[in-house]
């Protein structure tokens, strides 16, 4: 079955960096585009970042632009979020997805905090 798995989240100081990672199985992982979100509670979930099937067309919440890149490796069915200069305002549960056939998948979340 489809399934997504999220990691390398956790405690970091403002300014710092983070990079997550999304192992994806149980489809045909390089035919579709992939997403990271975000959510924080109380609020609705928010599109971070966005990756074509190849990697070849990227795009960013303005809130993250320049200080969030998403990449993937197709061979190894993962999608990565580098996060750099980390704002306090970053704080929230991190979410991979994709889309197929009018259905979201979503992975169980990475926590990340950041905080002095």
């Not at 489809?27 to 979930?45: I, L, S, V």
């Not at 971070?48 to 190894?76: C, L, M, Q």
Request: positive net charge; aromatic residues 12%; contains cysteine.
């Amino acid at each position: 079955q489809v399934q997504l798995v999220e990691s390398g989240g956790g405690l970091v100081q403002p300014g710092g960096s983070l990079r997550l990672s999304c192992l994806a199985s149980g489809f045909a992982f390089d035919h579709y585009a992939m997403r990271w979100y975000r959510q924080t509670p109380g609020k609705e979930r928010e599109r971070v970042a966005y990756i074509t099937t190849g990697g070849e067309v990227t795009a960013y919440a303005d809130s993250v632009k320049g200080r969030f890149s998403i990449s993937r490796d197709n061979a190894k069915n993962m999608t990565y979020l580098q996060m750099s200069n980390l704002k306090p305002e970053d704080t929230a549960v991190y979410y991979c997805n994709f889309w197929k056939l009018g259905t979201d998948y979503w992975g169980q979340g990475t926590q990340v905090t950041v905080s002095s």
